[in-house]
């Protein structure tokens, strides 16, 4: 009988050791999962992103061929300020050389405008 109990005693032990290794089995596979949802998250967050990025760089090269364009309007002797765009242009215009000003330079802080 005494063999018998050894051997459940033994059979308990094995079968506890068993449970440990199973929960870190789960806890692993929890945590796999975890990380997955994560980088699946953030791997949209960064298709977005760069989704967001090649946009604002197509109406960057837009908005550099609009400046172009009104540009040369300016050379080509017409108006380019929203006073008078598109009329004939006698002379420089204070307000078209500001604004063509401004747009080459946004960041630029004027301290002499000259026409």
Same mark, same amino acid.
């Given at each position: 009988?005494?063999? $018998? $109990?050894?051997?459940? =005693?033994? +059979?308990?032990?094995?079968?506890?050791?068993?449970?440990? %290794?199973? &929960?870190?089995?789960?806890? #692993?596979?929890? %945590?796999?999962?975890?990380?997955?949802?994560?980088?699946?998250?953030?791997?949209?967050?960064?298709?977005?992103?760069? +989704?967001?990025?090649?946009? =604002?760089?197509?109406?960057?090269? %837009?908005?550099?061929?609009? &400046?172009?364009?009104?540009?040369? /309007?300016?050379?080509?002797?017409?108006?380019? @300020?929203? /006073?008078?765009?598109?009329?004939?242009?006698?002379?420089? @215009? *204070?307000? @078209? =050389?500001?604004? *063509?000003? %401004?747009?080459?330079?946004?960041?630029? $802080?004027?301290?002499? #405008?000259?026409?």
């Amino acid at each position: 009988m005494e063999e $018998i $109990i050894g051997l459940l =005693a033994h +059979f308990q032990e094995q079968l506890q050791v068993l449970n440990d %290794d199973f &929960q870190k089995v789960k806890n #692993t596979v929890y %945590d796999m999962y975890k990380e997955n949802e994560s980088l699946r998250e953030e791997n949209e967050n960064l298709k977005r992103l760069l +989704f967001e990025k090649e946009e =604002a760089q197509e109406e960057g090269v %837009d908005k550099e061929e609009g &400046q172009h364009n009104l540009s040369r /309007l300016y050379q080509e002797g017409f108006h380019v @300020c929203h /006073l008078n765009f598109g009329e004939q242009r006698e002379g420089s @215009c *204070l307000f @078209c =050389a500001g604004m *063509l000003d %401004d747009e080459e330079n946004p960041n630029q $802080i004027k301290e002499n #405008t000259s026409g």
